[in-house]
């Protein structure tokens, strides 16, 4: 009985140390350079492990970002009689 105990403690030590290790490097590959990356007001993609900067859109279209009125289509014009 002595010696199960024995190996029971070890494989609950090394379960134990697998466990510790796999949240450490976690923490070390994405939590934490996550949580530097948006202190800085940057988007962290988790899956990439990318810290981006964040373009707005008018730069690629052109537009004035003040702009926010939405122009109607313009209406048909009616044949002259």
């Given at each position: ?22 949240v ?9 350079p ?7 007001e940057?988007?962290?993609?988790w899956?990439t ?6 373009v ?10 003040l ?7 313009p209406?048909?014009i009616?044949?002259?009689?």
């Amino acid at each position: 009985m002595n010696r199960f105990i024995d190996r029971l403690k070890i494989v609950f030590v090394v379960i134990f140390s697998i466990c510790c290790v796999a949240v450490w490097t976690l923490h070390l590959v994405w939590i934490w350079p996550g949580k530097r990356c948006e202190a800085r007001e940057m988007w962290w993609d988790w899956r990439t492990r990318v810290c981006a900067l964040p373009v707005p859109l008018h730069v690629f279209t052109g537009r004035n970002p003040l702009e926010s009125e939405i122009k109607a289509a313009p209406q048909p014009i009616a044949p002259k009689p």
